[in-house]
């Protein structure tokens, strides 16, 4: 049975998909063990942080298995991280959000500049929520630039940071999947 919703694939991979603030960078060819490193502890501290703000109760069990007042502070919370990244974005200038799609092998998005040219080897910085100052970086190299979009495959992040944003994007799919099961109202 078709449920309205189609599965978000990049590179025969389970992607994720959002309209987000995306920047490309270009980089050397030979990029630094140094930098590669510094990228990948910072991408695991972001992604755990990005995995910890959208752990929530589910909207079903909030009433028979939490207690309110538990409920009423997850709320609370929420709104203050929400205040607080609108504040870091109004201050602190992001590149312009654009349709993204992009899991642990590599990226496609619309292009708010110039395109790089094929085999450009670069960082591709994505904010993933205003709440978070530090961009996802992963490096990467163009395999694709056309009619304003672009496709990139990433140099492997580890597997740790692939796990996580595997889970980043099958969160986001389990959650467009129960939304679109959800009666109309």
């Known amino acids: 049975m078709y449920e309205g919703i189609d599965t978000v694939v990049l590179y025969e991979e389970l992607a994720y998909e959002d309209v987000l603030p995306v920047y490309w960078r270009l980089l050397p060819n030979d ?7 510094s990228f990948a502890e910072r991408n695991l501290r972001l992604l755990q942080a990005c995995a910890a703000l959208e752990e929530h ?6 009433q028979d298995e939490v207690a309110p007042d538990i409920v009423r502070l997850d709320l609370k919370i929420n709104l203050l991280l929400d205040l607080v990244g609108q504040i870091l974005a109004a201050n602190s200038p992001r ?12 990226a ?6 110039p395109a790089p040219q094929p085999g ?3 960082v591709l910085e994505i904010y993933l929520r205003d709440c978070l100052v530090q961009p996802l970086r992963l490096v990467g190299r163009i395999g694709g630039a056309s009619e304003g979009k672009i496709k990139a495959k990433f140099i492997h992040p580890g597997e740790a940071i692939a796990d996580l944003i595997e889970k980043l994007a099958f969160r986001r799919h389990r959650r467009q999947v129960a939304g679109a099961r959800q009666p109309k109202k």
């Not at 630094?32 to 490193?37: L, N, S, W």
């Not at 109760?57 to 909030?62: H, S």
């Not at 496609?108 to 500049?113: D, I, K, L, R, T």
């Open 120 to 122: 450009a080897q670069g």
């Open 108 to 113: 496609a998005w619309e292009a708010s500049g």
């Open 95 to 106: 590149p312009k959000a654009v349709p993204i799609r992009f899991n642990a092998l590599g």
């Open 57 to 62: 109760v589910p909207a079903d069990k909030k």
């Open 31 to 37: 990029v630094d063990h140094a930098v590669f490193a």
